[in-house]
């Protein structure tokens, strides 16, 4: 299928919207100014990672696409990527730092390219250009002070592995990828076909757990995040999203992603929202 619709639009949205994600995506405890800046880099992170995970398309079309992106995000192009229109509409009113976006198409175009990963730090490593970019663009959006870096990069890699974990199975059956690292699943004689199983073996249930241990430790990193941030609605924000990291780490420890998807519900929500309010001061 490779040219399909690239001579107009190369987006091939899939449906999902921000309500579809796990953790709130620009909600109304973002400035009402900026919220529109963070749908901006959704709408546009959303769309490459519709191309990435495209089953209809081929690598080679897949890094086309997402390279037609961002030449029209850095005004290289005129046409054939809304999103990317927009975003650079918005980086421009902003003075937010392009690299922001250019960074999540590095990893968009390495998951149309790229099925394993060796070990743990081969996963940070894509962590870096498709999680961490985001918490950043969104402090740098607030003028928030570079400090907060580092704990809001532990914390968007623990979203990373969560999501992944949450996912194993079905990025397996339909897209032939596995996040759970080589190394791990050696260690443990995870054979490949045990992510087709109707429930977690053994030995994958030691490799899951193995990384919630890393996750629980990104998770501690990430607490300092909301105690950086100056902006009352994102402080506040930042700190519901750490809850519910660590809610639902805890709800993959004891949950098997393998017989269903394990997800967070309204509860969860609730309580995340109620242990944040201490840090609306």
């Known amino acids: 299928m490779s040219g399909i619709e690239v001579a107009g639009n190369v987006e091939t949205w899939s449906g999902k919207d921000r309500g579809d994600e796990n953790f709130p995506v620009g909600s109304r405890l973002i400035r009402a100014d900026l919220r529109p800046h963070v749908h901006a880099y959704y709408a546009f992170a959303r769309n490459a990672d519709d191309i990435a995970d495209s089953a209809a398309l081929s690598p080679k079309d897949k890094v ?23 975003l650079r509409a918005s980086l421009a009113a902003t003075g937010v730092d392009p690299a922001h976006a250019t960074d999540l198409l590095v990893a968009f175009r390495q998951d149309a390219t790229q099925r394993t990963y060796a070990d743990w730090d081969a996963l940070m490593a894509y962590c870096r250009v498709s999680a961490m970019p985001v918490g950043r663009y969104v402090l740098d959006l607030h003028g928030e002070d570079r400090a907060t870096h580092a704990p809001s990069d532990a914390l968007c890699a623990a979203l990373q592995v969560l999501n992944h974990l949450q996912d194993c199975a079905k990025d397996f059956i339909d897209l032939d990828r596995c996040y759970l690292p080589a190394d791990l699943r050696r260690q443990f004689d ?28 990104l998770n501690r990193e990430a607490a300092l995040l909301p105690r950086l941030v100056r902006c009352r609605g994102l402080r506040l924000e930042t700190a519901v999203i750490c809850g519910l990291a660590r809610r639902l780490a805890a709800k993959l420890r004891r949950g098997d992603p393998i017989a269903g998807r394990v997800a967070l519900g309204k509860a969860d929500a609730a309580m995340a929202f109620m242990a944040a309010w201490r840090f609306l001061p």
């Open 64 to 86: 086309h696409r997402l390279d037609i992106m961002q030449a029209v995000l850095v005004g290289d192009r005129v046409h054939g990527s809304p999103s990317a229109t927009a």
């Open 190 to 217: 995870v054979p490949a076909d045990a992510l087709r199983q109707d429930q977690a073996s053994a030995g994958l249930r030691r490799v899951l757990d193995a990384l919630l241990d890393r996750v629980d430790a």
